[in-house]
């Protein structure tokens, strides 16, 4: 069959993701589909514009605004939708808050659905097939090996994202953190603490 020829396209592209995904845009430059400079503007929107500071944001009033905290993880959508961080990809968030009694994780186990208006763009570690397998397999490991180290009393909870629902990680305030701005709150969180694979940063 043509697909299966090494003279098709498709067998030409290079293995690594990154150097496919770079095949595929000079090919589509090349056929007039697409313009480099938009997509540029693009990639540089949701990589540093939109998320994850937009998440970042978020966190920072949660931990700082007990009502907002306690609506956030009521409902999320009306909110995130009156700050704007809402639309494709961002629909139907639901937000879990980790505690001492429970650390949540989120995976996409069947492709790499994850809330784009607040995070960005997914790392590629996330679309990886190990990290949709294992994070539900053995959460406990998988954490280990982003350096996140639970007590056996913390229980792990695996949220599994769809197309028709996305979660947003609501970390644990750092301690000492009590004088600090939302803005100086919002530097602390990272985008893993967002996702659960990681902490916020320790208060300076």
Not at 65 to 71: I, N, T, Y
Not at 158 to 163: G, L
Not at 165 to 185: A, D, F, I, N, W
């Amino acid at each position: 069959m043509p697909h299966d020829s090494s003279d098709h396209p498709h067998a030409l592209l290079p293995p690594d993701p990154a150097l496919r995904v770079k095949a595929l845009e000079t090919i589509l430059t090349r056929k007039g589909l697409i313009d480099p400079a938009a997509l540029d503007e693009i990639i540089d929107t949701y990589q540093n514009r939109i998320g994850p500071k937009n998440g970042a944001r978020v966190v920072a009033r949660a931990w700082a605004d007990p009502a907002f905290r306690s609506e956030l993880l009521r409902d999320a959508n009306p909110l995130l939708a009156e700050l704007g961080y809402y639309g494709r990809q961002g629909e139907h968030m639901v937000v879990v808050e980790n505690t001492d009694q429970t650390h949540n994780m989120v995976v996409c186990t069947l492709c790499s659905c994850y809330p784009w208006p607040l995070l960005g763009i997914p790392p590629g570690w996330y679309k990886s097939d190990a990290y949709r397998a294992r994070a539900v397999r053995e959460p406990r490991k998988v954490l280990a090996e982003f350096g996140v180290t639970l007590p056996e009393t913390t229980a792990v909870r695996v949220w599994d994202s769809t197309a028709e629902v996305r979660y947003l990680v609501l970390p644990q305030r750092p301690k000492g953190t009590e004088g600090l701005s939302e803005e100086e709150l919002a530097a602390l969180v990272t985008r893993d603490s967002m996702i659960g694979t990681g902490l916020p940063k320790v208060a300076p």
